[in-house]
C-alpha cells in the first residue's frame, strides 16, 4: 500500500547552518507533496508545498525538492535559527487518496 | 492562526465516558478531516467531510463517529471511551476535498483519559 517515510527519525544541526530533511514515497501516483512543521503542543503548520509537475519550489528561506525518479522529497532549510526546531513532517497526496503523513523528524537547532 | 478552530483545548475523562469535539473550518472551506496523533504514532487520518457528506473514511474506531453540519463545522463524537483513546486530536480544512487542496490543521483537542 501507499506509505510514506523518512530516512532519519531527528537530526541536529548548528544554529546558522543548513537543514535537509528528507521524505521518501511509495505510490508513485502521488501527485502533491506538503511539508508541515508541527512545535510542541501545536498543530501542523503548512511550511510549504509541490506538485508532481516540479522539481522545485522556493520559498522564504526553504526550498522542496522532489524527485520522481526515486520517490524521494527533501525540505531544505537555510540558515537554520532555533525558531526552526520542530518535527517536520512530510505529506503526500493523489487523486482519490486522502494525506498521507511520514512519522516525522525531529528538527533540534543547537546554539 | 491557520483559522481553524477547535474545542475544548483541553479534556480530561473517564474511561467508559463519552465526548464531543467541536471544529469550525477556516472561512470558505467545504471539507473537514479530522486526524488523531498519540505519543507513539504519527498523524492518523480519521474521516473526511465534504460539504456535509462523509467523503473517506480511514482508521477510526466503531465507537468514534464524526458529522458535519449545514453551515459547516464538524463534531467528532467518541464514545466507551479508553486509556487508549487519550491523544491530540486534530481538525484540518480545505478549499474542497480533492489532490492539490493544501489542508490547514487547528490546534487541536488534548484529550486525556482516566
Known amino acids: 500500500g501507499e506509505s510514506v517515510g523518512l530516512h532519519l527519525p531527528t537530526l541536529s544541526v548548528q544554529e546558522g547552518d543548513n537543514s535537509i530533511i528528507n521524505c521518501a514515497y511509495s505510490?508513485?501516483?502521488?501527485?502533491?507533496f506538503i511539508w508541515y512543521k508541527q512545535e510542541s503542543g501545536k498543530g501542523p503548520q503548512f511550511i510549504i508545498d509541490?506538485?508532481?509537475?516540479?522539481d522545485k519550489r522556493q520559498g522564504q528561506r526553504v526550498t522542496v525538492l522532489l524527485n520522481k525518479t526515486v520517490k524521494h522529497l527533501s525540505l531544505q532549510i537555510a540558515a537554520t535559527q532555533p525558531g526552526d526546531s520542530a518535527v517536520y513532517f512530510c505529506?503526500?497526496?493523489?487523486?482519490?487518496?486522502?494525506?498521507?503523513f511520514g512519522p516525522g523528524t525531529r528538527l533540534s537547532v543547537l546554539p | 492562526d491557520s483559522g481553524v478552530t477547535q474545542t475544548p483545548k483541553h479534556l480530561i475523562t473517564a474511561t467508559g465516558q463519552r465526548v464531543t469535539l467541536r471544529c469550525s473550518p477556516r472561512?470558505?472551506?467545504?471539507?473537514v478531516y479530522w486526524y488523531q496523533q498519540s505519543l507513539d504514532q504519527g498523524l492518523q487520518f480519521l474521516i473526511q467531510?465534504?460539504?456535509?457528506?462523509?467523503?473517506a473514511k480511514g482508521n477510526i474506531l466503531e465507537r468514534f463517529s464524526a458529522q458535519q453540519f449545514p453551515d459547516l463545522h464538524s463534531e467528532l463524537n467518541l464514545s466507551s471511551l479508553e486509556l487508549g483513546d487519550s491523544a491530540l486530536y486534530f481538525c484540518?480544512?480545505?478549499?474542497?476535498?480533492?489532490?492539490?487542496?493544501?489542508?490547514?490543521f487547528g490546534e487541536g483537542s488534548w484529550l486525556t483519559v482516566v
Open positions: 484540518a480544512s480545505s478549499v474542497q476535498g480533492g489532490s492539490g487542496n493544501t489542508i490547514y
Open positions: 505510490n508513485s501516483a502521488s501527485d502533491y
Open positions: 509541490i506538485r508532481s509537475n516540479m
Open positions: 505529506a503526500e497526496m493523489g487523486y482519490g487518496q486522502n494525506f498521507v
Open positions: 472561512s470558505g472551506d467545504l471539507s
Open positions: 467531510y465534504y460539504n456535509g457528506e462523509e467523503r
